[in-house]
């Protein structure tokens, strides 16, 4: 599948009971519900509902693919072929707090249940991903389940054309790209360099993030 250009067809793709969605993502027979594996291993830090503004990440999943990790990920690189896709939304504090930049693992939350995971893999197409996220992150942001807080994720996503990340492209480069795609402003603000972050490697652009406040209508400042 070639970039997307509107993250619309994300949307589109994360409702399997359509056929044209089972035809462009190929979702696995059986998923196994379990929490996010990281539990216990990472600090703990923060509380529900006490950070400042989102962060919405968005993976160049041809790169991921081609990195060891990738060559382990069923359904992202050997089942399908994704251009960019959701990684995930995270709650930020606009000043460093204990030295850390967000909190994490703010309290005890259930695994993602198969349906939620179904409804967004061709989104997210990871399940432990998808946990882990939710465990993570989720358990810090202002939604209380995990179906909002995906929903919320892929909502913002549809504002979005992500162009695809050419060879030997600049971090800036692709941020122009980015911004020039996106030049409406969607009845809010337009998208400004100061509201992304481009993630890129010696293999080229792997990440972008978008900077977002808490209400995720509006951009601000990275």
């Known amino acids: 599948m070639k970039a997307i250009g509107g993250l619309l067809l994300l949307l589109l ?32 830090r923060g509380t529900k509902g006490d950070f400042d503004h989102y962060i919405l990440s968005f993976s160049w999943s041809p790169a991921f693919c081609a990195s060891p990790a990738g060559k382990r990920a069923t359904m992202q690189c050997r089942d399908n072929q994704f251009g960019w896709i959701v990684h995930g939304l995270w ?12 909190p994490q693992y703010c309290g005890p939350v259930q695994p993602v249940p198969e349906p939620v995971l179904r409804r967004h893999l061709c989104a997210s197409p990871d399940p432990r991903l998808m946990q882990c996220e939710w465990a993570k992150h989720g358990s810090c942001s202002d939604f209380a389940t995990p179906a909002e807080y995906f929903n919320a994720q892929v909502g913002v996503a549809t504002w979005l054309t992500l162009p695809e990340p050419q060879p030997g492209q600049s ?51 990275c």
């Open 13 to 44: 793709m994360a409702q399997p009971e359509t056929a044209d969605a089972q035809q462009q993502c190929r979702l696995p027979d059986r998923l196994t519900v379990s929490p996010c594996p990281n539990l216990g291993r990472e600090e703990v």
């Open 91 to 102: 709650p930020q504090y606009a000043e460093r707090r204990a030295g850390q930049s967000w």
């Open 171 to 221: 971090a800036n480069a692709f941020a122009a790209a980015v911004i020039a795609a996106n030049d409406d402003s969607h009845g809010y603000q337009r998208l400004e360099r100061r509201h992304l972050r481009v993630i890129a490697g010696s293999d080229g652009i792997r990440e972008l993030r978008i900077c977002l406040e808490r209400d995720l209508v509006r951009y601000r400042t």
